[in-house]
């Protein structure tokens, strides 16, 4: 488990001095300077077989290290690895078994076109952890940067190893971790951030992920599971995405992703009774509520950006776009999302939910778990849009007002699709969410419109009532589109229907 530092806490001195003297376990200390350096082809051909390959010096000694294909599942990284002494310090693939290349790869051509990327250079401090049941860990915290020529980035993050025994007790010493300082879970390994700096890259922000993959034999468990890894995955995504590149659409993917482990909660419930359940959906209804300010900071972006749909009108009023960068900058100031981000009830949420696949608590309340998933999708999914034809009538005229208010119902429901909808045939799944995708969108810019509206009303600019004209009129036609696909999804069949 990879877990971030979110302060410049003396962390080192508190591992010591606070965590060590409460564990009910036997503990050796060592601290090391490492320097590492990784190696690809100039095309990424061991990148592109989802392998890491690195040469790791520490007092005049050498290791080669090969990663390949692994998981991450809700904050547990799973990658085997393969080590080799070297030495000096140049690599040599030739050293590992054949084996462990796929067929038909040429380990000598391999050899011949390896190329430096980056480095990584940092403090480490290792504890060896014995505990009385026999389980062994290793904790580390690496302090540092990864580096290429010309950029870098640092390094602050702890690792916590399964070395022998019960992998519960990780989430047990990351639950005392996260009680003891700001944390998240990390979603990007030392030598993904540097592919990403020596490519010139940087993350982006990424649309909804594609439906989840389901087999027809999944129990409820099985489904849960999924569905919690899939939004933790999403939310953590993003919020790496923020905090490295401030981009506002990076904060509607981190709060998307808290919806989506959210909505996974509620979604089960009924099945998965347990107190642990509540309690986690609560923490995340509180969570998400603390970010509804982001709503209209996103507005405004739509209303600024020069590829949105408003910014031909806005661009002439020079003074209104003024007013609006005045506010944008006025939210982030009062609310910080940086600090937001790494406060430290976030990160025990989001490792407390990353227990869930492990301690499975709702085990302890009857047999529902081992249910296939299967025998409620269709139900659940009929539910669900028969909720919204019923608060979306077709007949009934839709205003502005109508549409904002029925949001987070559609919302929840366009969530349950992606976690069901797994299960059915794939002919007409897009086809029948197109037109309430349209409708969500729709919503986004109904936002920004009204959002428009509220500060013209108090703003002081020249062409108000012009403004406000413009205004009403896009409003109208904006609901004359939205309309039109209401009526198209509510004559739509069912995908799921047998």
């Not at 002081?460 to 409003?475: A, G, I, S, T, Y």
Request: proline share 5%; with cysteine; glycine share 6%.
């Amino acid at each position: 488990m990879k877990l971030l530092v979110c302060s410049d806490l003396d962390v080192v001195e508190l591992l010591k001095s606070k965590l060590l003297p409460g564990l009910q376990a036997q503990s050796s200390c060592r601290q090391m300077a490492l320097s590492n350096r990784y190696y690809d082809t100039p095309d990424k051909q061991l990148r592109g077989m989802d392998m890491g390959f690195r040469v790791r010096g520490r007092d005049g000694r050498f290791q080669q290290t090969l990663k390949t294909a692994g998981k991450i599942q809700g904050g547990l990284h799973q990658r085997p690895e393969y080590n080799v002494e070297l030495s000096d310090q140049y690599p040599d693939l030739s050293l590992f078994e054949s084996s462990i290349f796929p067929d038909g790869v040429s380990v000598a051509a391999l050899q011949s076109a390896l190329v430096p990327l980056f480095t990584t250079h940092f403090q480490r401090c290792a504890i060896e952890l014995v505990f009385e049941s026999g389980t062994e860990l290793e904790l580390v915290y690496d302090k540092g940067q990864v580096a290429t020529e010309s950029h870098q980035q640092p390094i602050n993050e702890m690792e916590i190893e399964l070395k022998k025994g019960d992998v519960g007790e990780i989430f047990v010493l990351a639950r005392q971790l996260s009680d003891l300082m700001p944390l998240r879970l990390g979603a990007f390994s030392k030598a993904a951030r540097g592919y990403l700096l020596a490519a010139g890259q940087e993350l982006t922000p990424k649309p909804l992920p594609d439906f989840l993959v389901l087999q027809e034999s999944d129990s409820l468990e099985q489904a849960f599971i999924k569905a919690v890894h899939y939004g933790m995955d999403y939310w953590q995504y993003h919020e790496q995405c923020y905090l490295e590149t401030q981009k506002p659409r990076a904060l509607a993917g981190m709060r998307a992703g808290i919806q989506l482990v959210s909505q996974a909660i509620s979604l089960y419930l009924p099945m998965l009774q347990c107190d642990t359940l509540l309690e986690l959906q609560a923490r995340l209804i509180q969570l998400n509520n603390d970010w509804y300010w982001a709503e209209n900071l996103l507005a405004i972006k739509t209303l600024r950006s020069r590829k949105g749909p408003f910014r031909k009108r806005l661009a002439k009023s020079e003074e209104l776009l003024s007013y609006l960068r005045g506010r944008y900058e006025g939210l982030l100031l009062h609310y910080q999302p940086d600090n937001l981000i790494q406060r430290q009830q976030s990160g025990q949420l989001q490792v407390d939910l990353a227990a869930l696949a492990f301690e499975q608590p709702w085990r302890a309340s009857g047999n529902a778990w081992s249910s296939p998933v299967q025998e409620h999708a269709r139900g659940w999914l009929a539910q669900g849009w028969f909720a919204i034809s019923q608060s979306m009538p077709r007949k009934k005229k839709f205003s502005a007002q109508n549409y904002i208010s029925s949001e987070p119902l559609l919302r929840q429901t366009l969530f349950n699709g992606l976690f069901l909808a797994g299960l059915f045939s794939p002919e007409h799944r897009d086809q029948f969410r197109a037109p309430w995708l349209d409708i969500i969108d729709g919503i986004d810019e109904l936002n920004a419109l009204h959002l428009l509206k509220s500060e013209l009303d108090v703003a002081d600019v020249q062409d108000k009532d012009e403004l406000l004209v413009w205004c009403k009129d896009k409003m109208a036609h904006l609901l004359d589109v939205m309309e039109q696909s209401r009526k198209a999804a509510l004559k739509m069949e069912p995908y799921w229907k047998p």
